[in-house]
């Protein structure tokens, strides 16, 4: 055999025997972590219909990780902020309610806390995103257009730092990843080739509804940092950024506001007395909700168009204290209105 052929077959043979050593990696990962995944699903009570309001129930589903033994899970914030109702259910049956303990939508992460945790369930271990780079292998599991506890591999596409990326999320730092995400992956864990949990899962860019390569995940330094490390704090809102033209169209006195969408009930926004917005509308091509307050201010910082005051009011609001009073100003029928409400 010649050198050349002797050399190919080499290649050919290493290629083949690493392929198979890292499938069994995968697969004897995906059994130690799986436990930890878990389905989460949600309900929410709506009005709509303008004149003629009706009352209905809508459900979601997405996925979540459970990261300590006392029940706390993280999930995605656009899953869980306007849910009334949130459970979460365990690959051996098992079904436990849960509640939203803190969230930053800004971010698109959220932490709950479960009633109860089913015993010997596994718990993941949040590992070190900073020290992920592009290239690396990947792996996430979570409940793709329901199909619970799915697992897809791929790797690190890309890392979106803070402002470099577009809308309301623009402040969060993202991985790009080509592991196949699809509806109810949300909120599911992206691990690493340690186990370890590297991401939340938050949306995908598509223009077919599917996915097409490009799933967005929020990274864990981002997730500890912002429902582990600071007070936690829920709103249960929300909001349509309204700025530019938009602004001008809603008659604002000022360069932007939040338009409310949704509110969950028994949240502090309900608790404040924000108005949600019942009328379905398209404006700009995008489907939101119309005839709700418009939140101007709160705790007397304005609402900015680049969204860079969310940060701020989610820092005051997680520093009140009880008996302190929280403010909220509002446009309601073309007039401004202050709410106010003492925390308990």
């Known amino acids: 055999m010649s050198a050349h052929r002797l050399a190919l077959l080499t290649v050919l043979l290493t290629g083949w025997s690493w392929g198979i050593a890292a499938a069994d990696t995968i697969r004897n990962l995906f059994k130690d972590v799986d436990g930890a995944v878990i389905v989460i699903q949600t309900n929410r009570k709506e009005t709509v219909g303008g004149p003629e309001q009706k009352p209905t129930t809508l459900a979601g589903m997405g996925s979540g990780v459970l990261i300590s033994s006392d029940g706390k899970v993280m999930t995605a914030a656009h899953l869980v902020q306007t849910a009334d109702e949130v459970t979460a259910h365990f690959q051996t049956g098992e079904v436990v309610k849960a509640k939203v303990v803190t969230s930053d939508p800004s971010a698109d992460v959220a932490l709950l806390q479960l009633e109860r945790v089913p015993?010997?369930?596994?718990?993941a271990k949040l590992g070190n995103s900073d020290a992920a780079e592009v290239g690396d292998q990947v792996f996430v599991v979570g409940a793709p257009l329901g199909l619970g506890h799915t697992l897809t591999v791929g790797h690190i596409s890309a890392r979106h730092r803070p402002k470099t990326m577009y809308g309301g999320l623009a402040q969060a730092e993202f991985f790009q990843?080509?592991?196949?995400?699809?509806?109810?992956?949300?909120?599911?864990?992206?691990?690493n080739?340690?186990?370890?949990?590297?991401?939340?899962?938050?949306?995908i860019i598509s223009k077919s509804g599917g996915f097409e390569g490009l799933g967005f995940v929020v990274t864990s330094s981002v997730a500890r940092r912002l429902l582990l490390e600071k007070n936690p704090y829920w709103s249960g809102v929300e909001g349509f950024l309204l700025s530019g033209d938009l602004a001008r169209v809603f008659n604002l006195t000022q360069p932007a506001g939040l338009l409310v969408q949704r509110i969950s009930a028994r949240s502090p926004a309900a608790e404040i007395g924000l108005r949600p917005g019942s009328m379905p509308a398209v404006i700009e091509g995008q489907s939101i909700l119309v005839g709700g307050d418009v939140v101007l201010e709160v705790q007397g910082v304005p609402i900015v168009a680049d969204g860079s005051s969310?940060?701020?009011?989610?820092?005051?609001?997680?520093?009140?204290?009880?008996?302190?009073?929280?403010?909220?100003?509002v446009l309601r029928g073309g007039e401004k209105k202050e709410l106010t409400r003492k925390v308990p």
């Open 310 to 329: 969310t940060t701020v009011i989610r820092d005051r609001l997680a520093s009140l204290k009880s008996g302190d009073i929280a403010r909220v100003t």
């Open 119 to 123: 015993p010997n369930n596994e718990v």
């Open 177 to 191: 990843t080509d592991a196949a995400i699809n509806q109810g992956n949300s909120g599911g864990p992206m691990f």
């Open 193 to 203: 080739m340690a186990g370890e949990v590297i991401g939340i899962v938050s949306h």
